[in-house]
């Protein structure tokens, strides 16, 4: 059981990435995913989540507008559309499962975590 992140690099400011949480051994299709992300000497933040019973995103509010999470169930794979990046949004991101259908409000219990991917935003 497996979630790898993918997808990171460096993009100016203003620029996109597309970053990707590709499933092994387990169909992401029945587990909600989400997006945390941590910059250096930060805590580490969530910064959206796809539910699976009916897909619904959610996102915090400093990327609402900005970024976009979608699954597509026959790559088992989630992505995170990033869009006008700023140098703020430089971090390592990270996908994770709870393990359930919904979406948990607390990140304790996303217990299940890819190892990160790095997206740096600077001219």
């Known amino acids: 059981v497996q979630l790898q992140a993918s997808g990171g690099g460096l993009v100016q400011p203003g620029g996109s990435l597309r970053l990707s949480c590709a499933a092994s051994g387990f169909n992401l299709d029945y587990y909600a995913i989400g997006w945390f992300r941590q910059a250096p000497g930060k805590e580490r933040e969530g910064v959206s989540c796809?539910?699976?019973?009916?897909?619904?995103?959610s996102y915090a509010d400093f990327v609402k507008g900005r970024f976009t999470i979608a699954r597509d169930n026959a790559k088992n794979t989630v992505y995170l559309q990033m869009n006008s990046l700023k140098p703020e949004d430089t971090a390592v991101y990270y996908c994770?499962?709870?393990?359930?259908?919904?979406?948990?409000?607390?990140?304790?219990?996303?217990?299940?975590w890819g190892q990160g991917t790095l997206v740096t935003v600077s001219s």
């Open positions: 994770a499962t709870d393990w359930v259908t919904r979406c948990s409000d607390y990140e304790v219990d996303f217990t299940s």
């Open positions: 796809i539910s699976s019973s009916d897909s619904r995103p």
